[in-house]
């Protein structure tokens, strides 16, 4: 596991058409979060934004100029209500941008990516046809600040007219929006007037005939009033024409005539042609997005500027964006758990790891260069560490990312089938994942890529499609290898994305074996004319005597049931397949995966191998993953948008061989990451039925040294808290749980029978979860280890309250969790309001003699305790004696074992003490666990000298053989 929407774009700046900046003030990277208008600001208080390559720090424009140009203060009133507007639409973002807290309002804070400009020799000149990497910009062409646009060429000249251009996720979008927030708060003083027009929308008008005066009086309904006086605007008009490639525009005058009157009905297509023309209104400005593939669509002559969004080409970009959106406080339900929000120290060093990550790790900074990948990035992290909405999963977020950069994209509009972008991807880069994750390999070289993107092209349309896709969404998926070792190669952009695409691949049903592919087409052949040829027999035989072969035509229906059981067939291996992955054996020392995802990410150090094994081997355990998360309903549901809708059939055989796989292993023991693994593709299903009766064996929950982050949590306890039968244990130690983890899991105890909890440096803030959880009325918990966490007398005394009114705990484990002689004092004195407890052990605290006996009076005289451990606490000799004779004292009661020894002999619990010991030996402090090991064999010593019974010294030569191994551990002496 290697490391694994729009919104990083551009922040359109002030002031187009200035003059150029100095170099020196272009490259710093400034964050500003005042606002010095010289002005009154159009939409009410100044908001806070960041900037790069430019300012956007001008003065608003008066009303008063905006009454002189229009001539009157109905016209200004009304280009205010447009601006208004304008604000409000564009500030309604995706609800996968909103999701994630404040940082994506645009508005609010912005990273400018990269531009330069490019000429058209550049621009008509070929290029390799698997290049993947990005270009440096030439000589003499540095990058272009978004307040130079408008500036006039190198010689001179006025520009008009700029096409920006950038491929797949590389920011058009944003850039788009971004500016129009910033035309509406006055940050674009240049221009009175902006109108922004979304090609697609324009395109399903079809040919119907309208008049740019009514486009703009139905979609901008403020602007009636001054329509009339657009002409009059000149240049201080802009017309914003976003994703040019969805039209299909037509520059000869056979095809296009030309008409220069606004008011004139013609073809949406025909009035962009145009207006780019100059034809109509020949003194607007006009900017232009499209994708590489579209460029061509505008001659050249009729554009006075390109510009190249080449992303986040600069790694200190990246960073910037990092910062600012990592740092942004959560907002609604977004939380690092249940009520706990996110700490500035926690962000700040997501941010530190993150940027150390990108300097050394040159892959995720490759990947990094796509603004839309940074998105991601910050998703997944936020997603791991600070999870927001219930049901929200890892396999939506990717599918929700794919949706903010494809939804609606088709691949071509020229072509008459009218093919979807993620589609083709689906099929030729899902292709080329999946043969990857079947032969184990995450570097391809250029004959793999182009054999997976050539498969099956036969016709001159078909390799135009892929001309189209090379351009403009290649670079998305694909991106060279930078790693040493593997030159000349290709890797996804985010390794994530290959086994997300390759489960994409297997249950959008494009994997056919040639069996599958020829058989279907044959037994469908052979079932049609099976059903034709025997309905004619069936006729002939009451006329003649041939009845035997109706019958044997009959056999020709039964072929199509063959073809179904050998796709079941296939169905059932695919499944085997995850299994194997999602659970190999050789991954000996294997983190769980949402472990492994976030040390790729951060640049912590991956998964551990096995010596053994081979180091090129690749591990896919995600794949499964996604294939559970992708037939869940609302993934569904999100890829029938993108043009890959997945058959109801498809996902029932799927899920039901996949079923049948799982459900043998809930005999199984599997180590606690797998099974944590085992839960997560659970929770990307989403399904709580097919849960239920795939877990309905699990009996032991042992997660035991996995470190449950807030969304592990939520993971365990969303697949486990609400299915019905009992858990006989659940051991979650040493697992840095903390009281909102506790909190989160509290429908999985509820189920437990034994509940382990050592190790996981729980407080007294924690005692007070801990006696809900007793107190509560389903509460069945028998036994509860506390073992090794800092509970304090403060804990003990919110930990009695729930005692005195639980009626099925029966052995507690309080051992080494810092009581001293106020905690046992509290237990002596609340522990007759318990009448079931059996078993108490309070060793290892730092209690005396005094606390230490009034417990031992007090468990004597309770009803049903039968064992209290005392043993390793600050007892004296005398106060061992004492101890011992009050065990002897008197018939029944509990049993208190305070010392490894009882006087010449070996205490029957020494196997018990020396079993603690061992579990907690690098737990404890080390000193104090040496010096006690030395005085118990200072005493074994003494009490086998002391007797002249052979079985009693072999006992005890045992007991000091233990107890020197220990000492070994720890560095102590050996005799």
């Known amino acids: 596991m290697r490391w694994c929407h729009h919104l990083p774009r551009a922040s359109w700046v002030s002031g187009l058409g200035r003059a150029p900046q100095p170099p020196d003030e272009r490259f710093p990277f400034l964050i500003h979060w005042s606002w010095p208008f010289k002005g009154e600001h159009p939409l009410g208080p100044p908001r806070a934004f960041v900037r790069h390559h430019g300012s956007s720090a001008d003065s608003a424009p008066t009303s008063g100029k905006t009454e002189k140009l229009f001539g009157g203060i109905s016209a200004a009133e009304a280009i205010r209500q447009h601006r208004r507007n304008l604000a409000e639409w564009f500030s309604r973002l995706p609800r996968e ?15 400018d990516p990269v531009i330069r400009e490019s000429t058209p020799d550049e621009l008509l000149r070929p290029s390799a046809e698997l290049s993947l990497e990005h270009q440096p910009p030439p000589a003499g062409l540095p990058p272009l600040a978004l307040s130079q646009l408008f500036d006039p060429d190198a010689c001179g000249r006025p520009v008009q007219t700029v096409v920006l251009y950038g491929k797949v996720g590389t920011g058009k979008s944003t850039l788009v929006r971004k500016m129009v927030l910033d035309w509406c708060f006055g940050r674009l003083p240049a221009f009175k007037l902006l109108i922004p027009f979304s090609c697609e929308d324009l395109s399903s008008l079809g040919p119907a005939p309208t008049s740019l005066c009514q486009l703009v009086a139905q979609r901008y309904t403020p602007l009636k009033k001054v329509l009339p006086l657009m002409a009059a605007t000149g240049s201080r008009m802009l017309f914003v024409l976003h994703g040019l490639e969805r039209l299909n525009l037509d520059f000869r005058l056979a095809g296009t005539g030309l008409c220069s009157d606004p008011e004139e009905p013609e073809a949406p297509a025909a009035i962009v042609v145009n207006l780019l023309r100059k034809y ?87 990947a990094c260069f796509l603004p839309s990948y940074c998105w991601l990035v910050c998703a997944t992290l936020h997603f791991l560490h600070a999870p927001t909405p219930a049901g929200q999963t890892l396999t939506s977020i990717y599918t929700s990312f794919l949706r903010l950069n494809f939804s609606g994209e088709t691949l071509d509009s020229t072509h008459p089938s009218n093919l979807s972008l993620m589609a083709y991807a689906a099929r030729t880069m899902g292709k080329l994942a999946y043969e990857g994750v079947s032969s184990r390999k995450t570097y391809f070289s250029e004959e793999d890529v182009r054999g997976c993107l050539e498969a099956g092209i036969k016709t001159e349309e078909e390799f135009q499609l892929l001309h189209v896709f090379r351009r403009d969404a290649l670079r998305f998926f694909l991106a060279p290898c930078v790693e040493p070792g593997h030159p000349g190669t290709f890797v996804f952009t985010v390794p994530a994305m290959q086994e997300y695409l390759a489960a994409l691949y297997i249950v959008l049903g494009l994997h056919k074996t040639t069996l599958q592919r020829v058989g279907k087409e044959v037994a469908e052949l052979v079932g049609r004319v099976g059903e034709d040829v025997s309905l004619v027999l069936g006729i002939m035989a009451k006329l003649l005597p041939l009845r035997v072969l109706p019958l044997l035509f009959n056999l020709l229906k039964v072929v199509p049931r063959v073809y179904g059981r050998v796709v079941s067939k296939s169905r059932e291996a695919v499944a085997q397949a995850i299994m194997l992955e999602m659970f190999r054996e050789e991954d000996y020392y294997n983190d769980d995966v949402l472990d492994q995802m976030g040390a790729s990410i951060l640049g912590v150090e991956g998964p551990r191998r096995h010596p053994d094994e081979p180091p090129e081997d690749e591990v896919f355990e995600l794949f499964p993953i996604f294939m559970g998360g992708l037939l869940s309903a609302h993934n569904r549901a999100v890829l029938a948008q993108l043009g890959c809708p997945i058959k109801n059939l498809d996902a029932v055989e799927n899920a039901q061989a996949i079923k049948k796989k799982l459900g043998k292993l809930g005999r199984q023991v599997l180590p606690p990451s797998e099974l944590l693994d085992h839960l997560f593709f659970h929770y990307e299903f989403q399904n709580q039925r097919f849960s239920a009766e795939v877990l309905s064996s699990l009996r032991q929950l042992n997660l035991a040294g996995v470190r449950m982050t807030p969304l592990k949590c939520t993971v365990v306890a ?49 005692c007070r979860d801990l006696r809900d959880l007793l107190l509560h009325d389903q509460c069945q ?94 007892l004296s000799s005398e106060g061992r004696r004492v101890l011992r004779d009050l065990g002897s004292a008197t018939e029944g009661g509990a049993r208190v074992v305070a010392s490894l020894t009882e006087g010449a002999a070996v205490s029957e619990y020494w196997s018990v003490i020396l079993g603690e010991v061992q579990r907690n030996l690098h737990s404890w402090d080390r000193a104090r666990v040496q010096r006690h090991l030395e005085l118990l064999l200072r005493d074994l010593e003494d009490s086998r000298g002391a007797t002249l019974n052979p079985w009693r010294k072999a006992q005890l030569l045992r007991v000091e053989g233990e107890v020197r191994a220990l000492l070994e551990q720890l560095g102590g002496p050996r005799s």
């Not at 941008?97 to 990273?111: S, Y």
Request: glycine share 8%; charged share 15%.
């Open 718 to 766: 969303a697949v486990l808290g609400s299915g019905r039968h009992a858990l006989d244990e659940v051991n979650l130690a040493s697992c840095q749980l903390d009281p909102a983890g506790l909190r989160t899991l509290m429908p999985v105890f509820l189920r437990a029978r034994k509940l382990g909890l050592q190790l996981n440096s729980l407080g007294p803030e924690a």
């Open 781 to 874: 918990i028998t036994t509860l280890r506390l073992s090794n966490n800092p509970l304090t007398a403060a804990g003990v005394a919110l930990l009695v309250e729930g005692l005195a009114g639980n009626t099925s705990l029966t052995h507690l484990s309080l051992l080494h969790t810092g009581l001293g002689d106020e905690g046992l004092e509290l237990l002596a004195a609340q522990l007759d309001r318990n009448r079931q407890l059996q078993e108490l052990n309070v060793a290892y605290n730092g209690a005396g003699d005094t606390a230490a006996l009034a417990l031992a009076r007090a468990a004597r005289e309770h009803p049903s305790l039968e064992l209290l451990h005392l043993y390793f606490n600050e």
């Open 97 to 111: 941008e909103r999701q994630f807290g404040p940082t994506f309002a645009l508005d609010t804070v912005h990273v």
């Open 280 to 366: 109509m209104l020949p003194e607007a400005s006009i900017l232009v997005t499209t994708r590489p593939s579209a460029i061509g669509r505008i001659p050249s002559k009729y554009v006075g500027r390109y510009g190249e969004i080449c992303g986040f080409s600069d790694t200190n970009l990246q960073k910037l964006y990092f910062q600012i959106r990592l740092n942004q406080p959560d907002c609604g339900n977004a939380s690092w758990g249940a009520g706990v929000s996110a700490t500035p120290a926690q962000r700040d060093n997501l941010v530190q790891m993150l940027s150390r990550n990108l300097e050394g790790h040159h892959q995720i900074a490759a």
